[in-house]
């Protein structure tokens, strides 16, 4: 069965990064975009670990520290004095779900570490919005661009718990208001939820109903669909479902599987 997607605009001479990309969602989009023709920098504390194709740029980056961030772009603008798209992933508060063996995660706020206020939204939005400062220095120029902030259906609806969904809310609010301020320069940014993705984790749980699930590979290729459409500002400061984009561009998941778009009633 041929691939949808590679009947679609290719990004050839595109320069996408993605942050948090040493597995799960972001390994997959920096895999997607890569073979939608893309020069790919994939950041993240532990990525020279990751299982990326060998012609993805891997950037050791601790998006919670401002200097290693400024060091990743610095590179960036060396050597290819541009940047066509940011994705946001990397994302901090999925650590140490069990604590003196007691599992934390889903605890109400009065329960909740203070630790995991930080992680999320430090390591999340605040990383998010620093990335997005120095991408939108290099996209403003040139009046192009797209930022992809990777978000969750916690913005909408409790889902695990209140520092979750209020970190997601921040992230699709941080979208909204950054797209008013862009609106006059020609560069897009979106929130992106995917479904449920076949991660690392998800697949070690073994408790996950994965007979509408997508795997990392098919939120690239989401990613890569809005990266190569010419008209893609008609999108900016909206909440986009990967599984709906997958209808409107015609792109199937790897397994040449159709994954059905998710709503606020089935999460």
Request: proline letters at 3%.
């Given at each position: 069965?041929?691939?949808?997607?590679?009947?679609?605009?290719t990004?050839?001479?595109?320069?996408?990064?993605?942050?948090?990309a040493?597995r799960?969602?972001?390994?997959?989009?920096?895999?997607?975009l890569?073979?939608?023709?893309?020069?790919?920098?994939?950041?993240?504390?532990?990525?020279?670990?990751?299982d990326l194709?060998?012609?993805?740029?891997?950037v050791a980056?601790?998006?919670?520290?401002d200097?290693?961030?400024?060091?990743l772009?610095?590179?960036?603008?060396?050597?290819q004095?541009?940047?066509?798209v940011?994705v946001?992933?990397?994302?901090?508060?999925?650590?140490?779900?069990?604590e003196?063996?007691?599992?934390?995660?889903?605890?109400?706020?009065?329960?909740?570490p203070?630790?995991?206020?930080?992680?999320?939204m430090?390591?999340?939005?605040?990383?998010?919005?620093?990335?997005s400062?120095?991408?939108?220095r290099?996209m403003?120029?040139?009046?192009?661009?797209l930022?992809?902030?990777?978000s969750?259906?916690a913005?909408?609806?409790?889902?695990?718990?209140?520092i979750?969904?209020?970190?997601?809310?921040?992230?699709?609010?941080?979208?909204?208001?950054?797209?008013?301020?862009?609106?006059?320069?020609?560069?897009?940014?979106?929130?992106?939820y995917?479904?449920?993705?076949?991660?690392?984790?998800v697949?070690?749980?073994?408790v996950f109903?994965?007979?509408?699930?997508?795997?990392p590979?098919?939120?690239?290729?989401?990613?890569a669909?809005?990266?190569?459409?010419?008209?893609?500002?008609?999108?900016?400061g909206?909440?986009l479902?990967?599984?709906?984009?997958?209808?409107?561009y015609?792109?199937?998941d790897i397994?040449?599987r159709s994954p059905?778009?998710?709503t606020?009633?089935?999460?």
């Open positions: 069965m041929s691939d949808p997607i590679r009947a679609r605009p990004l050839n001479g595109a320069c996408a990064l993605v942050t948090g040493s799960g969602v972001g390994r997959g989009i920096a895999q997607g890569h073979r939608a023709g893309a020069m790919v920098y994939a950041s993240g504390r532990s990525i020279e670990t990751a194709d060998d012609a993805i740029v891997r980056c601790d998006h919670a520290d200097q290693s961030v400024d060091h772009f610095e590179r960036i603008v060396t050597e004095g541009r940047l066509d940011l946001n992933n990397a994302w901090g508060g999925y650590e140490n779900m069990v003196d063996g007691r599992f934390t995660w889903s605890a109400p706020f009065w329960a909740q203070l630790w995991r206020w930080a992680a999320m430090d390591v999340g939005v605040r990383a998010a919005f620093a990335a400062q120095h991408a939108a290099l403003l120029p040139r009046r192009r661009g930022i992809v902030n990777v969750q259906w913005a909408q609806k409790h889902l695990g718990n209140v979750y969904g209020v970190s997601k809310a921040a992230t699709d609010k941080l979208t909204a208001d950054m797209a008013v301020e862009l609106s006059d320069h020609d560069v897009a940014v979106v929130s992106l995917p479904g449920l993705v076949r991660t690392e984790a697949l070690a749980a073994g109903d994965l007979g509408n699930s997508e795997s590979e098919f939120i690239g290729r989401a990613v669909a809005l990266a190569g459409d010419q008209d893609v500002r008609r999108w900016t909206q909440v479902v990967a599984a709906a984009l997958a209808e409107h015609g792109f199937t397994d040449g059905r778009p998710l606020l009633t089935d999460v």
